[in-house]
Nanobody, 121 residues
């Protein structure tokens, strides 16, 4: 089993910053990719940012230049630094980790419980 624990959400004013963290634990042999997704009320879940084991990153167009994804391999942790936040960034943010676990886990694709980010004055 692989567990994800997220933290760092909250209420922030427009233009402010937040940093999300997601720590993976359990029967983990290797991690292929770690990412952040978000879902606003009435909308589909969408990719925000993803980082591969090689350090390659990909961002949604709406957050490029404002958000930065990073990872700390030794701690199996991924971060999302969010700057210049806008009201439209308000959503539930979910961490996702894909990798390989020790037998009998095998390949896994795990989701965190989510954390609320609200951008409002």
């Amino acid at each position: 089993q692989v567990q994800l624990v997220e933290s760092g959400g909250g209420l922030v004013q427009p233009g402010g910053s937040l940093r999300l963290s997601c720590a993976a634990s359990g029967s983990i042999l290797s991690i292929e990719a770690m990412g952040w997704y978000r879902q606003a009320p009435g909308k589909e879940r969408e990719l925000v940012a993803i980082i591969t084991s090689g350090g390659n990153t990909n961002y949604a167009d709406s957050v490029k230049g404002r958000f930065t994804i990073s990872r700390e391999n030794a701690k199996n942790t991924v971060y999302l630094q969010m700057n210049s936040l806008k009201p439209e960034d308000t959503a539930f943010y979910y961490c996702n980790v894909k990798g390989l676990g020790y037998s009998p886990v095998g390949p896994f694709d795990s989701w965190g419980q989510g954390t609320q980010v609200t951008v409002s004055s």
